[in-house]
């Protein structure tokens, strides 16, 4: 994500008296290992759903965040092709 694509974000949101930073951490996102947690799956295994467009998520630096409400790719893939894991 851009600084300008966040900028357009927050005022598209009406997110501008909205506390987006708590205790150095984005308020509503997880990282990458909350997220490995909350699927139970690997960190290796979250990067590889990012990587593949199945999980949305923010590259910061070297790090990734997702939405803690995010739902587990698992479902969608399964409910677009029929095929269960």
Same mark, same amino acid.
């Given at each position: 994500?851009?600084?300008k694509?966040?900028?357009?974000?927050?005022?598209?949101?009406? =997110?501008?008296? @909205?506390?987006?930073l708590?205790?150095?951490? %984005?308020?509503?996102?997880?990282?990458?290992?909350?997220?490995a947690? !909350?699927?139970?799956?690997?960190?290796?295994?979250i990067?590889?759903?990012?990587?593949c467009?199945? =999980?949305?998520? @923010?590259?910061?630096?070297?790090?990734?965040? %997702?939405?803690?409400?995010?739902?587990?790719?698992?479902?969608?893939? !399964?409910m677009?092709?029929g095929y269960?894991?």
């Open positions: 994500m851009t600084g694509e966040l900028i357009l974000y927050i005022l598209q949101n009406n =997110l501008e008296n @909205t506390v987006v708590e205790d150095g951490f %984005f308020v509503g996102f997880m990282n990458e290992e909350e997220a947690l !909350k699927f139970g799956v690997g960190v290796a295994t990067r590889a759903w990012y990587s467009k199945w =999980l949305k998520g @923010t590259k910061i630096g070297d790090s990734l965040y %997702f939405r803690k409400d995010a739902a587990d790719p698992r479902i969608t893939i !399964k677009e092709t269960e894991q």
